[in-house]
């Protein structure tokens, strides 16, 4: 009897460091419950053995998303157990659609395996109510009273036609309600984002992610200008930029930055080069900042009067 529970124990014990050997990955959203276009905080925590490395490129989100910032993942190590590692992922999104939301899918590995992610679900309300689109009582309409069987017909008449119109005026009501709200326009720096989160396998995917970043950054300029120069080449547009430069208040690093990005996107565009995906989305990354410069409200109190927005 002895040996079988000393078999039993030494058999729980072997499960017990099993399981604790196991890969553990979570998901979390701060705040839990949003509204539609408010950034949100997700943190990704994996815990897992300190010899084994995890590989995560973004949240495998959809085009319902925004991805804003990303960062790498940060490594910590309890002294106590050596053997182990936290792993925290923490990216910064925006859901463009309402309703209980979470990722279908997050691409988190180590080594060859993926890892399951549990990930809770993040509320998110959109800008009608729960029941908005649901036809509403009418109101201002007193139900008719019985009339005496000699009433006049023209009593009638006008009841029916009052009550017809009110009909026809609560469906087209009723009707415009029910649409769905329309998204506004996603703004380049958004766009961007939404790129940055996207794989770029290929040496096409490459050369596409250059030439969407010049597109759009300079789309955002031209929106604060309100010019399309969609038509000029990236050297032209940036000696027709100038003025959208010096009202947002661009510094010599940025102006730099500026010149350096078309400059390596003219060579991947119509050359042959091709950066690595990590070199791409830095480009990205680079593209965006510049971007919210050029799209942010407190840029506009630094420009001069008179200045067409």
Same mark, same amino acid.
């Given at each position: 009897?002895?040996? +079988?529970?000393?078999c ?27 509204e ?10 994996? /815990? ?7 590989k ?32 925290t ?6 859901s463009?659609e309402?309703?209980?939301r ?43 009273e019985?009339?005496?069987?000699r009433?006049?017909?023209?009593? +009638? ?23 769905p ?22 040496p ?14 300079r789309?955002?300029a031209?929106?604060?200008? &309100?010019?399309?120069?969609? &038509?000029?080449?990236? /050297? /032209?547009?940036?000696?027709?930029a ?6 947002? &208040? ?5 102006r730099?930055?500026?010149?350096q ?5 003219t060579?991947v ?16 990354? &680079? ?12 840029a ?7 200045v067409?927005?």
């Amino acid at each position: 009897m002895r040996h +079988w529970l000393a078999c039993a124990a030494v058999a729980l014990a072997f499960v017990s460091v099993a399981m604790a050997q196991e890969p553990s990955a979570k998901l979390s959203f701060e705040p839990a419950a949003c509204e539609v276009g408010q950034p949100v905080r997700a943190t990704l925590v994996l /815990e897992h053995a300190s010899a084994q490395h995890p590989k995560l490129a973004s949240l495998g989100l959809d085009e319902s998303w925004v991805v804003l910032d990303a960062q790498a993942g940060l490594d910590t190590q309890d002294p106590a157990h050596a053997d182990r590692t936290t792993t925290t992922w923490i990216f910064e999104i925006a859901s463009l659609e309402p309703g209980e939301r979470k990722p279908a899918e997050v691409p988190l590995q180590l080594g060859e395996t993926k890892v399951p992610v549990e990930s809770a679900a993040l509320s998110v309300t959109g800008v009608l109510g729960e029941d908005e689109d649901a036809p509403r009582p009418l109101r201002g309409l007193r139900d008719l009273e019985a009339q005496d069987e000699r009433a006049d017909l023209w009593t +009638w008449i006008g009841a029916g036609a009052a009550i017809a119109c009110a009909l026809v005026i609560a469906f087209y009501g009723w009707h415009i309600r029910r649409k769905p709200p329309q998204i506004t326009a996603v703004a380049p720096s958004a766009r961007l984002a939404i790129l940055e989160a996207k794989p770029l396998d290929t040496p096409e995917d490459v050369q596409a992610a250059h030439f969407a970043l010049t597109r759009l950054l300079r789309e955002s300029a031209d929106l604060r200008s &309100g010019r399309d120069r969609s &038509g000029l080449t990236d /050297e /032209e547009w940036r000696v027709a930029a100038e003025p959208q430069l010096d009202a947002v &208040g661009l510094g010599d690093a940025e102006r730099n930055q500026l010149d350096q990005l078309l400059a390596n996107a003219t060579r991947v565009k119509y050359g042959t080069e091709r950066p690595t995906h990590w070199a791409t989305r830095e480009a990205l990354a &680079g593209a965006r900042s510049l971007a919210m410069r050029f799209e942010s409200p407190a840029a506009d109190a630094e420009r001069k009067p008179g200045v067409a927005a």
